[in-house]
């Protein structure tokens, strides 16, 4: 390659085509055998259908196969060539790929939707098993400290110190026992039944002083004052307020969120395959990509005084333009 040469790089992929080739034709024979049933029951529904019709269909469908991501969006080529069949079939089939289109599209929709949804529900799951409640009980308080411009992150925060303090005080702490057995706390070993005690106590007290040093005693000092507002939401029965939730349809059930946690990890499961896919795939050729682009830096380094030499002549050039212009002037 010389110096002034145009540098490039020109990538032949040989690859034995005879398996999709074959595929290809069994895929035509495939679509020749439906195209014969539907020409059939057009004739039994009485449909005088144009000559040549199925045929003319058949080549249409070659477009198809290489325009289905565009049918989502109204038809693609498939459905703009339809006009080249004619005859009184052509709305019924207007019909089908309309129909076919509204379905990808549905289909993108729901499964948009689902990860949507999953990843609420897998969220509120998790965050349900670090903190010792149950999802309906998670879901429910999510929804108060949203009203309360708080977040269900916080609450969980809020309760995993929670728990941690239950499970120090009956572990033995005797004066951590006694201040929470002071907040209405009986019980040590249930997460969820300690919290509607310390929630009956809390609707009790009468300031805002009193409430606050009450959630930070046991939530701690920066989570609990921030947990009041949501406290005051759900008020003194937690049962009662989570059933207040479920008529208004705000909370998830541990099913459906079990289920959108599955769906998570299944998509993210999935994404890792797909990259592990990609990676052995590349493997194969990134060592000839590698030699092409040594080949390319070898080249301009070897040609630098070359360039240097070009670059040089459009200086004078550029140089030779300016002084021809002053001796005009």
Known sequence: ????????????????????????????????????????????????????????????????????????????????????????????????????????????????????????????????????????????????????????????????????????????????RAEMEQLGIKTFNDTEKALDEFLQHFAALRTDQERTQAASAVFGARMGASLVATFNTVGGNLDEFKKKMADLGVVMSSDFARDADRFGDLVDQIDTQVDGIKRRFVANFLPAMGDALQIISNELKSGGESWASWGNFVRDEIYGIISSHQHRA
């Not at 010389?2 to 034709?25: N, Y």
């Not at 529900?121 to 949203?146: I, N, P, R, W, Y």
């Open 1 to 176: 390659m010389g110096d002034q040469d145009i540098i490039g790089l020109l990538f032949r992929i040989d690859a034995d085509s005879k398996p999709a080739q074959a595929d290809m034709e069994k895929f035509r024979g495939l679509m020749a055998t439906e195209l014969g049933h539907v020409e059939s029951l057009f004739g039994r529904l009485g449909i005088n259908l144009p000559t040549g019709f199925f045929g003319n269909l058949s080549r249409l469908s070659k477009t198809a196969q290489a325009d289905l991501s565009g049918i989502g969006a109204g038809g693609g080529a498939a459905a703009q060539g339809l006009s080249a069949i004619g005859g009184p079939a052509t709305a019924a089939i207007g019909v089908i790929i309309a129909a076919t289109g509204a379905a990808i599209g549905l289909g993108k929709a729901l499964f948009q939707m689902a990860s949507e949804e999953a990843e609420a529900g897998s969220k509120v799951f998790d965050l349900s098993q670090k903190a010792a409640v149950s999802v309906e009980t998670m879901s429910a308080l999510g929804f108060a400290a949203k009203q309360s411009g708080s977040t269900v992150e916080e609450v969980a925060q809020g309760l995993v110190k929670f728990t941690n303090n239950l499970g120090e005080a009956e572990a033995g702490n005797k004066k951590l």
